[in-house]
């Protein structure tokens, strides 16, 4: 995250143009820490600490909403969801949801691989199952190789007879 925020910053946009400061700002975050907000990167949340959460904003940690708006949360790249999902106080909101409309504090429940997302991907990236379908492709590409290399067996012996 650091990185990304960097980059941002350094890299412009080009012919002359300021640094782009949308993708700097969507790196970090209002957060209530020791009783006061103050900006600071998604990496260093820690359950516990309370997020303002506005439209537009990607949220970078699964939370517990508080008092406030409704929320209106796009979660397809999560649930494959369609249409935003209505979040009401007390709800639950996962890592890399897009806030569509309102505006709400939350707390942090989890971070990292705890999250909903990090959970996830760990089990996908833990399994060592092949499918049928996996199956099948490495079936018919074996198929192809074998059959292109005795294709070219043939050629070469019929090209030197």
Do not use: Y
Not at 41 to 56: C, L, R
Request: hydrophobic content about 45%; aromatic content about 6%.
């Amino acid at each position: 995250m650091e990185a990304a925020a960097t980059m941002a910053i350094v890299l412009a946009n080009g012919g002359g143009k300021p640094p782009n400061w949308p993708d700097f700002v969507g790196t970090v975050t209002l957060v209530l820490r020791d009783g006061k907000w103050s900006e600071q990167e998604a990496s260093i949340f820690v359950p516990g600490d309370i997020i303002s959460v506005k439209q537009g904003d990607i949220i970078q940690a699964d939370a517990c909403l508080l008092e406030g708006d409704v929320l209106k949360i796009d979660q397809a790249a999560l649930t494959g969801e369609s249409l935003p999902v209505t979040k009401n106080p007390d709800d639950h909101v996962f890592s890399g949801s897009t806030c569509k409309q309102g505006e709400i504090d939350v707390v942090v429940i989890a971070t990292g691989l705890h999250t909903f997302f990090g959970k996830a991907a760990h089990l996908v990236d833990s399994t060592s199952n092949v499918g049928h379908f996996q199956q099948m492709l490495t079936s018919i590409g074996n198929f192809c190789i074998v059959s292109i290399g005795i294709g070219m067996v043939i050629e070469f012996v019929l090209t030197i007879f």
